[in-house]
Nanobody
Framework: QVQLVESGVGLVQAGGSLRLACSASGRTNSNYYLAWFRQAPGKEREFVAT????????YGADSLKGRCTISSDNAKNTVYLQMNSLTPDDTAVYYC??????????????????WGQGTQVTVSS
């Protein structure tokens, strides 16, 4: 099993940046993918970015146009999400997820096995 806990600043000004952290525990000594998703009020959960836990492989959603960067610190068992040029449209609950069933990356939330509780990010105009 994998336990995931998200953390980060909850309120950000438009135009600013955020950095979220996802601390993993449990099954952290094998290769699998972690990802960030987000869900805005009244909208479906959407893919943000994904990274391989042990292999140098990561990418973000095309819709975010290069505004996000996902990285990992294996020594700390932590994955980070950096997002820049924030707008109120980025307001959402941000979730961390782990996909252990396969070694392939995925943008589909249905293919992820473990989820964090989510952390609220609000971007004020």
């Amino acid at each position: 099993q994998v336990q995931l806990v998200e953390s980060g600043v909850g309120l950000v000004q438009a135009g600013g940046s955020l950095r979220l952290a996802c601390s993993a525990s449990g099954r952290t000594n094998s290769n699998y993918y972690l990802a960030w998703f987000r869900q805005a009020p009244g909208k479906e959960r959407e893919f943000v970015a994904t990274i391989s836990w042990r292999v140098d492989s990561s990418y973000g959603a095309d819709s975010l146009k290069g505004r996000c960067t996902i990285s990992s610190d294996n020594a700390k068992n932590t994955v980070y999400l950096q997002m820049n040029s924030l707008t109120p449209d980025d307001t959402a609950v941000y979730y961390c997820a782990a996909r252990v069933r396969s070694w392939a990356a995925s943008e589909s939330q249905a293919t992820y096995d473990y989820w964090g509780q989510g952390t609220q990010v609000t971007v004020s105009s």
